[in-house]
């Protein structure tokens, strides 16, 4: 038993140490959309969007909002930017950031 326990410590040692020299995973750096892009989405489609995410960013669900911006990443490439920002804050759980960018997406 204590050598199996002596094994384990040492695996978990040396997986913490590999973990250690690779460091930290480097930031993604995600742009703010610009307003030009912005207005390049039709505005029902943007209307949309911000109505569907508002209600998953009310709600709490990373995982709809995420769902959300890759269907309409795929309705219109001018969403792409959008959709990458958004997702970005559902990794950070910024769910104020979130609405706040549904509403400006509606204007």
Do not use: C, W, Y
């Not at 002596?6 to 590999?18: C, F, M, P, R």
């Not at 969007?49 to 709490?60: K, L, P, S, V």
């Not at 920002?85 to 759980?93: A, K, V, Y």
């Amino acid at each position: 038993m204590n050598l199996a326990l002596g094994e384990l410590k040492h695996a978990l040692q040396t997986a913490i140490n590999a973990v250690r020299i690779l460091g930290p995973e480097p930031a993604k750096k995600t742009t703010k959309p610009s307003a030009a892009a912005l207005e390049e989405i039709p505005a029902q489609l943007a209307k949309e969007a911000a109505d569907q995410i508002r209600a998953a960013a009310e709600m709490g669900d990373v995982t709809r909002i995420k769902t959300i911006a890759e269907e309409f990443r795929s309705k219109s490439e001018a969403f792409a930017p959008i959709a990458d920002r958004i997702i970005q804050m559902t990794e950070d759980f910024d769910f104020d950031g979130i609405l706040k960018f549904a509403n400006n997406l509606n204007k």
